[in-house]
């Protein structure tokens, strides 16, 4: 019998959920990315918990790149929201004043570094983290009236033109024009250390910036900020030094270079601490934060010390900068995990699940190095039978990072790649996972890991 595109759609629909995927791939551009690691269609979520359209259920330590941090669908957060809608607010009114602006603002300038929060200013951007990397260096620009920027190797600031251009990522930047005149630096990554010395390269960074910025034929102009990660997450979850990070403050401080601190991913508790900076204790010029500040809904704000207060009005303007729902959803979030000690259990949380990661990796080889912070966790698979580099680390293996990812599908455990060569294993459970959860995680990529690496 031959196969018409009608008979093709009642056999895919005899299937739960084949004929949303098929007319996935038919009707969305070739740029979609989770769906092609995850072919599965949602249809429940609560918690740590996705349930398929096809009755399976997964545990997902993706937590929408980091955005969930209570996970799906918390009942603090549908309350609020619920609430919200019953109350008649307005759910869109551009950048005018509102009582749940007003209390986001409040609930977000309390979770801040108190020294930071102190006399600083906050802008609504765009939804996406990526818009308000945008509003910060167009910040900086305007106050210091110098164009470039400095960033550093394997940043991940987003997907726009400024963004993208202080952005590592090569095979995202190459086909298109420079957004901007950027200097790339250093980021320490004792691994793969970019000056083959290990934990040593941290410190040599900070003196390679250093000199680099003082050399009057180093070819760097006075630039308009620099911006960095704390723990670069799409670079392969590389946490920097604190030692290093307080440099790079005084670096910055002493040359009048303003600094920006992307804390997209970072932010709310994720890596132990409510914000990224608390573990060094520095105080940047501005912070960009997204994601989990919405509580699961679209948000995006830079916050920033006062004196770079310099644009006129409209001089960063967005049609959606005041999603009133989002608002409420990220005071729920913002005080729930302040509240119930979310961010010191991150930091307890994230410390057991990888020590028992590097456990593994005494026995399975294939896992070459384990490192992040708190909730946010990095596991870099290797071929041990590659040759090793100059700090012993052996050649990435992203074919076998593919399959692992692919095991624990199979195994209800949604974790995503990410790395120089997508072949690390990243982790980024919501702040609520239970220790069961966590042992069970850690079970199924183990059984994974092994498996993988046996085929």
Do not use: N, W
């Given at each position: 019998m031959t196969l018409t595109a009608e008979t093709a759609e009642t056999a895919a629909a005899a299937v739960p959920g084949e004929a949303i995927l098929r007319r996935?791939?038919?009707?969305?551009?070739?740029?979609?990315?989770?769906?092609?690691?995850?072919?599965?269609?949602?249809?429940?979520?609560?918690?740590?918990?996705?349930?398929?359209?096809?009755?399976?259920?997964?545990?997902?330590?993706?937590?929408?790149?980091?955005?969930?941090a209570l996970g799906h669908n918390h009942p603090v957060v549908l309350e609020a929201i619920r609430r919200t809608l019953d109350s008649g607010a307005p759910l869109h009114l551009l950048d005018l004043a509102t009582a749940e602006k007003d209390e986001f603002t409040s609930a977000?300038?309390?979770?801040?570094?108190?020294?930071?929060?102190?006399?600083?200013?906050?802008?609504?951007?765009?939804?996406?983290?990526?818009?308000?990397?945008?509003?910060?260096?167009?910040?900086?620009?305007?106050?210091?009236?110098?164009?470039?920027?400095?960033?550093?190797?394997?940043?991940?600031?987003?997907?726009?033109a400024g963004a993208l251009a202080v952005t590592g990522s090569v095979a995202v930047k190459s086909p298109l024009p420079s957004g901007g005149e950027v200097t790339r630096l250093p980021y320490p990554y004792a691994y793969r250390c970019p000056f083959g010395v290990g934990a040593q390269g941290a410190e040599l960074s900070s003196t390679y910036v250093e000199r680099l910025l003082d050399d009057p034929s180093g070819g760097v102009l006075p630039p308009a900020a620099m911006i960095l990660e704390v723990v670069q997450g799409e670079g392969g979850v590389v946490p920097a030094p604190d030692s290093w990070l307080r440099e790079m403050r005084r670096i910055t401080a002493e040359r009048g270079i303003p600094l920006i601190v992307d804390e997209v991913q970072t932010g709310v508790g994720r890596t132990g601490s409510m914000w990224a900076v608390g573990h060094s204790g520095i105080q940047p010029d501005a912070m960009v934060l997204s994601k989990a500040i919405g509580g699961s809904l679209p948000l995006a704000v830079v916050v920033y010390r006062e004196e770079y207060d310099g644009w006129l009005p409209g001089a960063h303007t967005g049609t959606f900068r005041g999603n009133t729902l989002a608002m409420a959803a990220g005071v729920a979030t913002l005080r729930y995990v302040g509240a119930n000690g979310l961010v010191e259990r991150a930091?307890?949380?994230?410390?057991?699940?990888?020590?028992?990661?590097?456990?593994?990796?005494?026995?399975?080889?294939?896992?070459?190095?384990?490192?992040?912070?708190?909730?946010?966790?990095?596991?870099?698979?290797?071929?041990?039978?590659?040759?090793?580099?100059?700090?012993?680390?052996?050649?990435?293996?992203?074919?076998?990072?593919?399959?692992?990812?692919?095991?624990?599908l199979q195994r209800g455990l949604i974790v995503e790649l990410g790395g120089r060569h997508d072949a690390v294993l990243r982790l980024l459970p919501p702040l609520t996972i239970t220790d069961e959860q966590a042992e069970a995680v850690l079970d199924r990529l183990a059984d994974a890991v092994e498996a993988a690496s046996a085929a």
């Open positions: 996935q791939r038919v009707r969305e551009s070739a740029a979609r990315t989770y769906a092609r690691s995850f072919p599965i269609v949602p249809v429940r979520a609560s918690g740590m918990t996705v349930e398929g359209a096809d009755g399976r259920r997964y545990l997902d330590c993706l937590s929408g790149a980091g955005t969930l977000l300038f309390a979770s801040l570094p108190p020294a930071f929060a102190e006399g600083s200013k906050v802008h609504f951007c765009g939804p996406a983290g990526t818009d308000a990397v945008e509003a910060a260096l167009k910040l900086m620009q305007t106050a210091t009236g110098r164009r470039g920027a400095l960033a550093f190797t394997g940043a991940y600031h987003g997907m726009t930091a307890r949380v994230g410390a057991r699940m990888s020590a028992r990661l590097r456990a593994l990796k005494d026995r399975l080889p294939v896992i070459g190095d384990v490192r992040g912070r708190g909730l946010m966790i990095g596991a870099e698979l290797v071929d041990p039978s590659g040759p090793p580099d100059s700090c012993g680390a052996h050649p990435a293996d992203p074919a076998l990072a593919r399959r692992v990812r692919e095991a624990c």
